[in-house]
Nanobody, 126 residues
Framework: QEQLVESGGGSVQTGGSLRLSCAAS????????MGWFRQAPGQEREGLAT???????TYADSVKGRFAISRDNTNNTLHLQMNSLTPDDSAVYYC????????????????????WGRGTQVTVSS
């Protein structure tokens, strides 16, 4: 079964915005730290942001001030608002869950504890 399903990706021009969403199972959403990472072709996995159960957020330096992570507890949905996008932001974006927020932000989460969806493509053109 799919426990994390991303949506909202697409193509935008430099300076544009996108809002990504992630539908999670109630169990995952209520138990794990939630976050986002991305991976571009030929690049390492890059953690972007996390949010824990009490709403505390963490951001990678590359997206601070531009991206905002939030969670909707009533609908078990995670969001990532992305503003001021540049071509360097082009990548597949993955919704992620892990017992430790630090593993998501480091991009080092892995099974069986780390979980992520199939990803959604974001392309930013110049």
């Amino acid at each position: 079964q799919e426990q994390l399903v991303e949506s909202g990706g697409g193509s935008v021009q430099t300076g544009g915005s996108l809002r990504l969403s992630c539908a999670a199972s109630e169990y995952i959403f209520s138990t794990y730290c939630m976050g986002w990472f991305r991976q571009a072709p030929g690049q390492e996995r890059e953690g972007l942001a996390t949010i824990d159960n009490d709403g505390t957020t963490t951001y990678a330096d590359s997206v601070k001030g531009r991206f905002a992570i939030s969670r909707d507890n009533t609908n078990n949905t995670l969001h990532l608002q992305m503003n001021s996008l540049t071509p360097d932001d082009s990548a597949v974006y993955y919704c992620a869950a892990d017992p430790m927020c630090s593993l998501i932000i480091k991009g080092t989460l892995s099974p069986p504890f780390g979980k992520w969806g199939r990803g959604t493509q974001v392309t930013v053109s110049s």
